[in-house]
Structures are given as C-alpha cells and as structure tokens.
C-alpha cells in the first residue's frame, strides 16, 4: 500500500478486533469468510455491472479498507484512496452443464480455501462466470471483518441502481453516505461505567459456559482444525404464519420466539436451568443519525442469560425474555470482551458456545427484488464462525433455520434432531402458548416411539414361581448331581434340599414365616447355602450381616431390620453386638436341626413375597434395607443371553451383603450347575483365586472391574490357565475401554459382560457383549434385559434425546419393593411412573420406576452410555457407597469444621476416596481411628487432607473441581518417617509408591493408613513376587502391614530359599559318593 493513496486511518471496532484475532489465531480455518453466489439469468451488460462495482467501492471507504496491526500498539484500518476493482471473469459456456455444477463446487471450495490476506485492500472478490448465452453465476467474496448481513442489502441496490442507470445511458447522482469511521467516533464517546454496571448484575452468579452434552458416534480424531457444515430447514408455511400471528396478538418478536427456543432445547440438552447463548445485534444506535443506512461492520455478539422455571407458563416467560431484549438493547455496544472481563466466567473460556443469529433483511429476498430486467435466482449463502454452534434464522413465508457446526464437534445425525427439536418447540408455542415451560414438547412423536417403545421390546415370558420351587423343580430332575462344592466337601441337589429342608422346619418352630427376618452371620462356607435355602423355605427373607463389619453397623442393621431369629456360628457370637434375636448356631446346634422333620410346612409364599434385605449404604449416616422380592429376583435368575450348558461350572465369591451374590447362589442352583464356594481369602489373592478357578473349571465369572484388573495385571497366561472359563461377567462399576482391550489380548475366546444395575433392581437390568462393541472410546451399559424398561429422563420427568444426557430411571419386572422401614424414601426414589400416558398401552407399562440417581444418555443403536451420579453416591471396587454418609460422621467429631469427601483416580483403575477435612489442626489420625469405630474399611478414605477452607464456586458451592489433590505426598502417621535403611527395604518402598501413587513412604508407615486397601495389597504382592521371587501370603500382610515387617519376611524367605538350593546342592553330590565316603562326611559334620 502506497502511502501517496493512504487516505484514511482510524481506529477498528471492538467486533472487528475480535474478527482479526481470529482470523490471525486460525489463519486458515476460513473463520468469517463470506460467500455470496447467485445466478443472474438475462442479458447482462458486463461492462455496466463492473462500473456499477467500481462505482460503489469508490462510494464507500470501508470497501477501501485494510487493516494493520503488526509493529504499532493497536490496530488500525487503512483507507485507500483509490482501489482496482478485484474482478476475476470466467468463460464456461463449452463446459456441459453436469460438469459446470461440479467445477463450481469445486470453485467455490477453492475460494473458501484461499482465504483473505487482512492487509491487502479490499479483502474482497468479485467472480462472474458465464454459463451460457445468457446465464451466469456470481460470486461475491469477502471478510466479515469489512461488512455486516445489515450492509449487504444496502450494497446490492446501490449496485443495481446504477447498473439500470448505466443501461439507460444515465449518470447516477446518490446522496454521499455516512463513512463508518463516524460510527467508530461514536463507539469511541460512549462511557462503560453503566453498561458494565448493567452486565455484571445480569451474569451474577453465572460460572461457565453452557454445553450441549452430546454423546455421538465417534468423530474423526487427530486433525484438530475445526471445519464446518451446514443444514438448513423450513418451517411450514402455516407453521410460521401462526407464529407470526402469535408474535404480533403479544406484543413479541419473531426473533424473541426463536431465542426462546433455543433457550429451552440448551436447557433440556445441558440439563442446567439458567443458560447463556450469544446473540448477534445490529448495533446500528438510532442516536447516530443514518446509521441504519451505513455500511460497514456494526453487528455486535451479546450473552442472552435466560432462566427455565420448569412451573413458568410460556407466555409469561416469553414476555419476560422480549423485556429483558428492550433493557439490553441501550448496551448494544458494549465490547464482548469486556463483557466477559466482567462476569465471572473464568478467563480462557468462552462466555457462550452457540450464536443465534435473526436475520431481519434476507438477503435472497433483497435481490430478487433490485433489478427488474435480470432474474436473480439460485442465491447461496456461506459464512464461517468461530462458534460451535451457530443458528441462522431467516424469516419469510416459510421460516428458514440453518445451523453452521464444527464437525469435530457434531456431527450430521446430531444436528439433524437438533433442527427438528428446534421445529418442535416452535410449533408448541402456537399449540398452546399457556402451557408451562415443562410440559412444552421438544421431542417428535417417532423419536418418542422410538426411546419408549422400540428401545424396550424386552417382553418374554414371566417366570411365576419363587426362588425355593425353581429349586425344587431342579432337585426333581437331577437330584444325585452335585449343588455346591466347598474345598473337600460337597452336597448333591437331595442332600442339600433334605439340609435345607430340616433347617426349614426348626426355624418355622422359631416363629419363622412369611415376611419374617432372619439374619445370618456366617462366612462363607456350605453353611451359607444351606442357611439361606432354609430361611426361604420356612417362608422368611433373609438379612446378611458381615462378621467383618464394626459392631456399631451390625446393631443398627440387627435393630432396624428387628431380626427375630439369627443364623451363625460359635465362634462368631463374640463379635455379635447385643440383640434380641433367638440365636441358632449352625455349627453346635446341628443335631437339634438335624432332628427336625425333612418336609416342611406348607408356607403360603407367592412371587411378591419377600426374600431378603440387603444394607446399602445411605447418604443420611444411615444404611438403608433394600426389600428384594422373589419375584424380580427370579426374572433376573432367569435370564440368559448365554444360557448355560450341562457341563458348565460356577463360583461363589461375593459376600452376601451384596447383590451379586444372590445371582452367583441361586442361578447355578436353579438350572443344575455345580457352585464352587471361595472362601475370602483366596478372593483376595489374586493367584490363588486363579488357581482355584482353574483346579475347579470354572466356566462363569462374576467380578468387578478393580478385580478383574488385578487378574490381568498379575497373569499374561490366563487362556493357557483358565482354557474354560468363557464368560467373564463385570458389574459393579464402569468398565474401562483399556481393560476390555487388555482382556481381549490374554482372553480372545471369552466373552467380557457388561452389566448394570443396583440392589434396587436384582443386581441387573442392562447388559451390554463388548465383544460385539462399536465404540472405542467408551464401554456401554447396553439395553434392557427381558421383562424391563430403562428411560432417560430430565429433571422434569420428560424423555430426553438421543445422545442428551439425563437420569436413568428402571421399570419392569425387576423392581424390589423399597426401603425396610423408609416410607419417605421409598415414595421418593420408587416413582409413580409418569411416562403411561406417552406410552399408551404400547409396551407393558409399569406402574412405578426406580429413580436410580444415575446419568447416562441413548446410543444411536438403543444402548446407554453410563455418565456417573447425579448425587455424591459411589462405587469403588463394586461397593456402592453413599459418601453424604461418610461426610456426616466426620463432622460427627467435635474437632472437624467442615469435610467433603471425593473420589479420585489418579492413575487408571485406582479408584479411592479422600476426606477434606477443615480444621485448626490437622487431626487425621484422630478422624481415621473415630471413623474406624462406625464404618467397614472399604467406607474408610484413603487419605485426608487438612484445609484451612474449602474452595467455593461463586455462588458459594463447594467447588470440587479445585480440591488440591492428594496423591504427592506421604499422609500424616503415627509413626514418624523413617527412610528405607537396606536393599531389600529400598526395593520394597519403589513398589509401594507406584502401588499407592506417593512421592515416599516411610519403612513403618501403614499400608492401609496411607490409602491401601485390599486388592491394592494383591497387587503389592504380585510385585514383590515378580521383583524377588518369593511367595507372600496376604495373612502375613495384612498382620504386619509396614515395610519394615514385609522386608523381614521377603528376607527370610530368600535365605530359606538359598539354603534350600544349598542342600539340594549338597544332595545331588552326595548321590555320587560311596558308603564309605558319606559316613567320612557325616563324621566330620558331627564332629563340629
């Protein structure tokens, strides 16, 4: 550029600053690139349409323009006195016509391509390429940083206007227009004092952006240039006309209608009720005098804060939204960017995510009415944003909606039910403008068939018997094959029912009957399967009660549940806190048992009896007693998607406090499959559980995701040890997409089962074969098994879309009947199901729906995505815990402020909990030993962190997100730190700071005090037997849980070792000698 042809500098607009950052920040995206093309049918004069062009540019400075902004402090525009005209002209008319559409594509993309360089005057171009005699194609190009959609129509008939004056031969004389360095001057004496008074009040309390939260097919990865895509719909002419009718009849706009909309569908995808999308503005302020016929960039980009009362009427809120508009409009200029300075958005992060932009002068409507000797036709449009998600708006007769998306964010699917839900809404308001906000229908009839109706086809024939007759029915058939196996014992299906069957009978003369509770406190042995077979047979249901479980939790299980009768063992009554229950020992009082009548008593059970209570953890300190019924325990019993074989075996590992024991019991046992039982401390040393599962065959596995991970970190041989067991089943938690892999590699002839459930609904209701997987990126929960129904629902109790995040709610055949003694709890998390109506008699309803606290989202393909919790409620190692349970103990102690506990996991599947705990001093010993005395070890935090204060978010929320991590450093001890003194003890601490994710650990720190637990500890013996060769069993740590101890033991079993090699040495030399050479050798050993 010249400086003899310089005739204008001036500063550039906030909106223009922002456009240039962009654009520099991505300079080959395309961000903000406009494109015009149409087809002018006619006799066009070239020459004229070329001076008109000229014309224009010489009219307006900002089509002059370029901008500068390296070396100087801000940037600049440029106006240049004179510019060539940037036309380029093309002859097609040889080019068959199906090629001429296919060499335009490609035009136009190489145009898009090419880009604006922002310091050559003006980023412009101008195309004209004739097609035939008298057709063409045009294209006008052009960066956004010059103009404004407002600017366009305005250009086009000045354009037109001299082009039919040139035609006739006529000089056109137009008034000079206002340059738009005027309105730069104006921007420049506004004062932001009021306008930032007004933004801050209106973002108070406004933390982050609001997200579409959308699972979709996997997206291409690896490229992270955003490129867009566009899809456009039309509402129906009577649609559109309607709102129109009900825009004027209320005093609203067509623009506020449509702004309402999207407000509700981001409220219904991100699941927030108070939402911020931006808005773009014309800016043109009736104070500056002609602005509205101005050219140049004067649109502006504004958050639009909206809040969704589920109980708000529409039409109270749509007015509610049109005054909010009038109030911003007086702050129409305010920068963005100041704007996001001042709300509390943290800086880095955009104020919003998706723009809605209303165009009030549709530009195809604006040239077809400029020239009346030319046809124009054909108009397309193009622009790029640097917005994820931009909505265009043209009004007409038919309403146009066109989403501009990033595809690496969306993809077409997506944005397709996006536009129709959009359709929805709108065509809602007209239906019925006084309903409420809730009730407003977003989704279509065929997307509701589809989530309710096609994704729950799970009919199959209901099983109407209770657990004791299916087993009854298999004693029948295969009475001398073999029921369970415990180490060297074994009963057959006779023996066992003649057991249960005595047992049975004494406890009906205890009082025992239908309804009735029986606790049972035994480990697991043949005695657990007989005691439970006997209390179901007398007709009552049975309570577990773990001998590992503090006396404290054991006395409220015991007086909640107002157990009558007690199953245990001798040796376990010292552990046993008081009660009132009659106590039956299995061991001692056999022969009284064993005394008692083979037939029972004719009990009136039926399926809706009850069967056993379960004690899951509770968010108000308490447990809560789930009431598991004989009949949804027998729709999950009975459904296989692989159903047994007659030569298949199956184990009982689970403790009966937890729900999948009631499938690894009573499955087996009603189909004729032997059960292995596995006493606990082989469950918890991985290489004993996998020899026993290889000593006994068998076939089925029922494990969490923290177990399997440790089988598979420990072997790199299991399909050579473990040749028949094919199904792996994972429950519990969520499943990682590493570990299936790492499965598939050592076990590429299994099948890994991912299921899905809670106590609530029988352990299961979801199942998913990830063998047969199409994600890579994520493990499903699958889709319902037989005789259920799983919805995703909003906070309003509305189905939400396909990949929108909502709560998971369960119906069907699995329910249970509630919570033992919790009427309160049970009406809250037992729902009255509120979908009949939507379903209309096309799948069997269910009357009620479990509310399970839990988020996922629909698949494409019918399958669920798990999201996590809604509330604070866990799952480590399989073990649902209720962390608003162990937040209320600790600031049970007089010393502790305030607590929040969170799960973290820091390094893959190391999945544990940390206590934040606020007080004067740190008093983590204190708070771990009080919270020994109350809760089981896996409820126990692995670590606590003292803190002055807990961090809040602005609206005065713990903000768990910015919780200091725990993991980099060693946890206050008893012991004071003592570094590893030898080899060995070095060697030892390497492994338990990779174990446990510490810096240091000290020789006698506690395993378990610094955040060990159980299947930790597996694995800390798997190591220290690969590192030394040398067996450790999980007893002699658990004893002696320290560095120091362990080293002792690692020690002593090398020199045991070595001198064992020793001997044998001394052996094998000894086979070589005479008789006479031995007694010399012998002789000499004597003699020292």
Known sequence: MGKGNVEDFYPISPMQQGMLFHTIYEPNSGVYFEQLSCTIQGNLNVEFFQRAW???????????????????????QAVQRQVKLPWQQYDWQEIPTTEQQQKLEFFLQADREQGFDLKQTPPMRLTLIRLSKDSYRFIWSHHHILLDGWSNPILLKEIFDYYSAFCQGEELSLPRPRPYRDYIAWLHQQKLSQAEAFWREKLIGFGSPTTLKITQNQLSVGDTQSSYDDQEIHLSATTTTALQSLARQHQLTLNTLVQAAWALLLSRYSGENDVVFGTAVSGRPPSLI????????????????????????????????QAQQVDARQYEYTPLAEIQRWSEVAGGMPLFESLIVFENYPLDAAVQQINQDLQIKDVISFEKTNYPLTVMAVPG????????????????ATIQRILGHLQTLLAGMVAEPNQSLATLPMLTKDELHQLLVEFNQTRSTINNCTITQLFEAQVEKTPDAVAVICENQQLTYRELNQKANQLASYLQSLGVKPEVLVGVCVERSLYTIIALLGILKAGGAYVPLDPTYPQERLAFMLADAQVSVLLTKKALLEILPQHNANVVCLDTDGKA?????????IVNLNPSSLAYVLYTSGSTGTPKGVLGLHSNTVNRLTWNPYPFSPDEICCQKTSLNFVDSVWEIFAPLIHG????????????YPEQLVKTLSEQNVTRLVLVPSLLRVILDTFTDLDKRLPKLKYWVSSGEALSVDLVQSFYQQLPNSRLINLYGSSEVAADVTWHDTSTSEFSDFVPIGGPIANTQVYICDRNLQPVPIGVQGEIYIGGANLARGYLNRPELTAEKFITNPLTTQLNSQIEISEKLYKT???????????????????????????????????????????????VVIVREDSPGNQRLVAYVVSKTDITQEVRSFLKQHLPEYMIPAAFVQMEALPLTPNGKINRLALPASDNYRPEQESVFVAPQTQIEQEIAEIWTAVLSLDKVGIKDNFFDLGGHSLMATQLISRVKKNFGVDVSLPEFFKSPTIKDLAEIVETQILIKSNGAKIDELLDQMENLDEAEVQKLLSLTNGR
């Open 54 to 76: 000229q014309q224009v540019i010489d009219r307006h400075p900002i089509l002059r323009t370029c901008f500068i902004w390296e070396g100087i402090k801000e940037p600049v």
């Open 290 to 321: 002609g602005s509205d016929a101005m050219v140049g960039l004067f649109i502006n980009t504004l958050p639009v804060r909206v809040k969704i009362g589920a109980s708000d009427t529409l039409l109270s809120w749509l007015k509610q939204l």
């Open 397 to 412: 007769a038919e309403l146009s909606l066109k989403m501009l998306y990033d595809t690496q964010r969306f993809d077409a």
């Open 593 to 601: 048992i064993e005394t008692a009548p083979v037939n029972t008593n």
């Open 673 to 684: 499959i032997p059960t292995v039982i596995i006493p606990d401390q082989t469950v918890k």
């Open 853 to 899: 606290g839990d988020l996922g989202c629909y698949l494409p393909n019918g399958e669920i995505k798990y999201l996590g919790r809604i509330d604070h409620q866990v799952k480590i190692r399989g073990i649902r815990i209720e962390i608003g349970e162990i937040e209320a103990l600790i600031n049970q102690y007089p010393a502790v402020a305030d607590s």
